[in-house]
């Protein structure tokens, strides 16, 4: 097996906690505040929003993965919502709602990274993600970053986790072997699309497991 060259971290629930429910939840309380957003008289209820917006149509890709590839924005979404639901909301009503959704920073993963990086590893985040969620979680959280040697992002690179040219394209652009890469992610279908490029891989379960790159 390669030695490893950079090690790769993924954002959401690795780095720092998220609830989607949130972006539901606070657009029911923006409709209800308004009567006339709901000329029907009928607010959408939270799963009926959180399947709209995040659960995959068969065969297809969500609403979110959609943003997250970069192929969509949140005024298509504000559109395809008002749309299906009879409902007013604008995109730059939709843009406080649907980013500010990061909770708990997970300061061991950041101290492990920052140790990696200090034993001489190259150190990324990985994550699919869209651009209102990066610029808010930079916005807010700065101590998240100031020490990453690059960031593979789904809504810069096209492509999500899950998509077959995802980490192939970042063994190309980094210009290492697929196996000199390790990543780290809490979802295990990110983790077999990693392996199935080559790269080596590890589920992330709430709690840093113990790896060269980053104990002791």
Not at 82 to 108: M, N, Q, Y
Request: hydrophobic fraction near 40%.
């Amino acid at each position: 097996m390669a030695a490893i060259e950079w090690v790769l971290c993924d954002l959401g629930k690795t780095l720092i906690d998220f609830d989607h429910d949130a972006v539901g939840r606070r657009l029911i309380d923006l409709l209800k505040s308004d009567p006339s957003r709901t000329p029907s008289g009928r607010t959408p209820d939270l799963a009926a929003l959180y399947e709209f917006m995040f659960d995959a149509p068969d065969g297809g890709a969500s609403r979110n993965i959609r943003i997250d590839r970069g192929e969509t924005d949140l005024a298509d979404l504000a559109r395809d919502l008002r749309s299906a639901f009879d409902i007013h909301v604008t995109a730059a009503e939709l843009k406080p709602i649907w980013s500010e959704i990061f909770t708990t920073v997970h300061d061991d993963v950041i101290a492990a990274m920052k140790r990696a990086r200090d034993r001489g590893y190259r150190v990324a985040i990985c994550s699919s993600t869209n651009a209102p969620h990066w610029e808010y979680v930079v916005a807010n959280y700065p101590r998240i970053f100031g020490f990453w040697d690059d960031c593979f992002l789904s809504y810069r690179m096209g492509y999500a986790k899950t998509d077959p040219e995802f980490f192939p394209l970042i063994a190309k652009t980094t210009g290492c072997a697929p196996e000199a890469h390790l990543f780290l992610d809490d979802v295990q279908d990110n983790i077999d699309s990693a392996r199935a490029a080559g790269m080596q891989a590890i589920l992330f379960e709430g709690t840093l497991p113990n790896h060269e790159a980053w104990s002791g």
